[in-house]
């Protein structure tokens, strides 16, 4: 079983930046593919960004590419989401996510966290 609790989520203005972070309870993390995903009001919970376990390969959703960086410090059990350049309909609860197979597909994580609120003022 793999704890994850993600933090840093809040209110910023659009144009603004926010870094969030999830911490894993797991030993063996830089074994687990990473994810972001994010569920606004109203719709279906969707991929956002996702890292291998060395960091050296990562993959984003076109709605934010150019704007937020995935990473992971793998000493401190951590993944990171820099979100720059916030929009307004970044707003949403985003999740942090291990999985044992890289991709976007939602299936492939087995653990998440419990969410982290970002709103973004415009």
């Known amino acids: 079983q793999v704890r994850l609790v993600e933090s840093g989520g809040g209110l910023v203005q659009a144009g603004g930046s926010l870094r969030l972070s999830c911490a894993a309870s797991?030993?063996?993390?830089?074994?687990?593919?990473m994810g972001w995903f994010r569920q606004a009001p109203g719709k279906e919970r969707e991929f956002v960004a996702s890292?291998?376990?060395?960091?050296?390969?990562?993959n984003y959703a076109d709605s934010v590419k150019g704007r937020f960086t995935i990473s992971r410090d793998n000493a401190k059990n951590t993944v990171y989401l820099q979100m720059n350049s916030l929009k307004s309909e970044d707003t949403a609860i985003y999740y942090c996510?291990?999985?044992?197979?890289?991709?976007?597909?939602?299936?492939?994580?087995?653990?998440w966290g419990q969410g982290t609120q970002v709103t973004v003022s415009s």
């Open positions: 996510a291990s999985a044992s197979k890289y991709g976007s597909d939602r299936s492939f994580y087995d653990y």
């Open positions: 890292i291998t376990g060395n960091g050296g390969v990562t």
């Open positions: 797991e030993c063996t993390f830089s074994t687990y593919v």
